[in-house]
């Protein structure tokens, strides 16, 4: 995913399940008057259902006859329910070429929890990297990564008597980035935090005898931005299956992805799955012109 950061953050999920009601033929008219508003150009947000009413009824067309949930009368969502509910998230992030963020991480790496927070300003093209970090332990420290420069390298540049050494070239799969971060700076971002994502549900729903779990929140929170979250769980462990749980956030507004989560397997039945990672973007700008000035050293005073 995407990634190479974040530190712990708790977010209130505000709300549950959605809910449809009424007969049949009001259904009916519903979905039509959906699909409507939706043909018709220029419609408002307030022409258009929730999104997560549409994901419900998506879910209800698609269900076989007589296949009801425990509700009674709604199935339940299913992974691909969600896939096709990202590809709106896919489209919003194919508009953004840069932007600016606190990227915060927690990783399990080699049996160590990492807490770490930085400013990023992140370029897709040329694929460029630029953080400056505000952990206490590592307050200070510079990573700057310009594709296709510096051969490729990470340029680093610490704080205190290890600034002495000055600008320092760190190969990506270099053991001292390995022993802080669970994946390469190439995988930071929120596309790349999207796309994680998709690809997990997309093997996930094709491991058989897969016993999963799919939650939509339509009214979460993170830091009092108003989101729509999505959790799948697997209830049952198959050497298939690589994460216990998988979470990720949305702007509602923007659709962009904010914040994913993964989740291990507990090692005994009843108890926490444990965390392996959670990566968030919080005072997120986009599109704001960065230039190549933006990813040189030289600048930083490396």
């Given at each position: 995913?995407s990634?190479v950061?974040?530190?712990?953050?708790?977010?209130?999920?505000?709300?549950?399940?959605?809910?449809?009601?009424?007969?049949?033929?009001?259904?009916?008219?519903?979905?039509?008057?959906?699909?409507?508003?939706?043909?018709?150009?220029?419609a408002?947000?307030?022409?258009r259902?929730?999104t997560?009413?549409?994901?419900?009824?998506?879910?209800?067309?698609a269900?076989?006859?007589?296949?009801?949930?425990?509700?009674?009368?709604?199935?339940?969502?299913?992974?691909?329910?969600?896939?096709?509910?990202?590809t709106?998230?896919?489209?919003?992030?194919?508009e953004i070429?840069?932007?600016?963020a606190l990227?915060?991480?927690?990783?399990?790496v080699?049996?160590r929890?990492?807490?770490?927070?930085?400013?990023m300003?992140?370029?897709?093209?040329?694929?460029?990297?630029?953080?400056?970090f505000?952990?206490?332990?590592?307050?200070?420290?510079?990573?700057?990564?310009?594709?296709?420069?510096?051969?490729?390298?990470?340029?680093?540049?610490?704080?205190?008597?290890?600034?002495?050494?000055?600008?320092?070239?760190?190969?990506?799969?270099?053991?001292?980035?390995?022993?802080?971060?669970?994946?390469?700076?190439?995988?930071?971002?929120?596309?790349?935090?999207?796309?994680?994502t998709?690809?997990?549900?997309?093997?996930d729903?094709?491991?058989?005898?897969?016993?999963?779990?799919?939650?939509?929140f339509p009214?979460?929170?993170?830091?009092?931005?108003?989101?729509?979250?999505?959790?799948?769980?697997?209830?049952?462990?198959?050497?298939?299956?690589?994460y216990h749980?998988?979470?990720?956030?949305?702007?509602?507004?923007?659709?962009?992805?904010?914040?994913?989560?993964?989740?291990?397997?507990p090692?005994?039945?009843?108890?926490?799955?444990?965390?392996?990672?959670?990566?968030?973007?919080?005072?997120?700008?986009?599109?704001?012109?960065?230039?190549?000035?933006?990813?040189?050293p030289?600048?930083?005073?490396f």
């Amino acid at each position: 995913m995407s990634f190479v950061r974040p530190v712990v953050v708790i977010l209130v999920l505000a709300a549950g399940w959605l809910t449809a009601g009424g007969a049949a033929s009001a259904d009916k008219e519903r979905r039509d008057a959906r699909r409507a508003a939706k043909a018709k150009p220029g419609a408002s947000a307030d022409d258009r259902s929730d999104t997560g009413a549409d994901l419900k009824e998506e879910a209800r067309e698609a269900a076989e006859p007589g296949q009801k949930n425990a509700e009674g009368d709604l199935p339940a969502l299913t992974l691909r329910d969600v896939i096709r509910f990202a590809t709106e998230s896919r489209a919003a992030v194919k508009e953004i070429k840069d932007y600016t963020a606190l990227f915060t991480k927690t990783e399990l790496v080699n049996g160590r929890m990492i807490n770490q927070v930085m400013e990023m300003k992140f370029r897709t093209k040329p694929f460029s990297v630029y953080m400056l970090f505000k952990s206490a332990d590592v307050q200070g420290r510079q990573v700057l990564y310009f594709e296709g420069r510096n051969n490729n390298n990470l340029v680093v540049k610490e704080t205190g008597f290890k600034a002495i050494a000055g600008a320092i070239p760190l190969r990506l799969t270099d053991p001292r980035v390995q022993a802080e971060n669970r994946h390469p700076i190439t995988q930071l971002g929120i596309a790349n935090l999207l796309e994680t994502t998709i690809t997990d549900w997309e093997y996930d729903a094709k491991v058989e005898g897969d016993d999963v779990e799919v939650q939509f929140f339509p009214n979460a929170r993170l830091d009092g931005i108003p989101c729509q979250a999505v959790q799948v769980k697997h209830n049952k462990k198959l050497s298939e299956l690589k994460y216990h749980m998988n979470r990720i956030y949305f702007d509602k507004e923007t659709k962009l992805p904010l914040r994913g989560e993964r989740f291990g397997w507990p090692k005994q039945p009843g108890e926490k799955a444990p965390l392996l990672e959670d990566y968030k973007y919080s005072s997120l700008k986009t599109n704001v012109k960065l230039t190549d000035a933006d990813f040189d050293p030289v600048r930083y005073g490396f």
